[in-house]
C-alpha cells in the first residue's frame, strides 16, 4: 500500500529538480551575454569600415573602366568619334555637363543648322575644349564625392610614368588615338595605359587596365 505513495513522492521531487534545472538565465548571466556580444561587435566595425571602403574604391575603378568602354563601343555604334579625358587639375562637376577628372565627350559636326547635332569622325579636325563647338558633352566621373572615398585617382602612361593630362580618342573604326595635351597632335595608342584608384587609407590599388582595344578592365595588381 506504500507503493504507489512513495512513487508519486518520486516524481514530485524529480518534478521540482526539473523545474530547479529549467529555469531562466540570471542577470549576471545576461549581462556577461552582452558584454561578449559587445566586444565581438565592437571588434568587427573596424573590418567593416575597412570593407566598406575597399568596396567603394573597387567601384569607382570598375566605373571608370566602364567610362572607357563605353567611349569606344559609342564612337563604332554612332560613327562618331569620342574622347575620354583625364584631367587632374579638373573641377568637381556640381551641375549636369561639367567637367571632371574623367570626361567623356563626343565629336559633332557643328556649330550651325541640323548639322550642329550629327556625328563626326574625326579625331583631329575636333575642338575637344569645353567650350568647343564641334564635340558635346557626354558624361563625366569624379571620385572625389563623398560615396566613392577614400579613393584617389592618378593616370600612367604606356611607360609607367604618371601624366596630368591624357586624351583618349576612339574612332568609328575602332581606332584609338593619345596625346598628352589639348595643343598636342594625336598619336596612334600603341601601348598599354593605366588609371590607377586607390584607397588613401589602407594603400591599396586598383588598377583599370586600357589597351588599344578600349576593353578597360579592373585588375589589383601587374
Not at 556580444?37 to 568596396?55: C, D, F, K
Not at 574623367?102 to 556625328?119: D, K, S, Y
Not at 586600357?210 to 578592365?217: C, H, M, V
Request: glycine share 8%.
Amino acid at each position: 500500500m506504500t507503493a504507489p505513495f512513495s512513487g508519486a513522492l518520486a516524481l514530485s521531487g524529480r518534478g521540482r529538480a526539473a523545474r530547479r534545472t529549467s529555469r531562466g538565465f540570471t542577470m549576471m548571466e545576461m549581462m556577461a551575454v552582452v558584454a561578449f556580444i559587445g566586444v565581438l561587435a565592437a571588434g568587427a566595425t573596424p573590418s567593416m569600415v575597412n570593407l566598406s571602403r575597399e568596396r567603394r574604391v573597387d567601384f569607382a575603378a570598375n566605373v571608370v573602366a566602364d567610362l572607357y568602354r563605353t567611349a569606344r563601343a559609342r564612337a563604332m555604334g554612332r560613327g562618331s568619334a569620342t574622347v575620354v579625358r583625364w584631367n587632374s587639375a579638373s573641377a568637381i562637376p556640381n551641375v549636369p555637363g561639367a567637367a571632371g577628372h574623367f570626361t567623356m565627350r563626343e565629336a559633332v559636326l557643328g556649330p550651325t543648322g541640323v548639322a550642329a547635332t550629327l556625328p563626326a569622325m574625326s579625331c583631329s579636325a575636333t575642338n575637344w575644349s569645353d567650350a568647343g563647338l564641334t564635340s558635346k558633352f557626354v558624361s563625366a566621373f569624379d571620385e572625389r564625392p563623398n560615396h566613392f572615398k577614400p579613393a584617389e585617382a592618378s593616370f600612367l602612361n604606356a611607360t609607367g610614368t604618371g601624366e596630368a593630362y591624357f586624351e583618349v580618342c576612339f574612332t568609328p573604326r575602332g581606332r584609338s588615338f593619345y596625346r598628352t595635351a589639348s595643343v598636342n597632335a594625336f598619336l596612334p595608342m600603341d601601348g598599354v595605359v593605366r588609371a590607377q584608384m586607390k584607397n588613401t587609407l589602407s594603400g591599396s590599388v586598383r588598377q583599370v587596365v586600357i589597351p588599344p582595344s578600349g576593353a578597360a578592365r579592373v585588375v589589383t595588381e601587374l
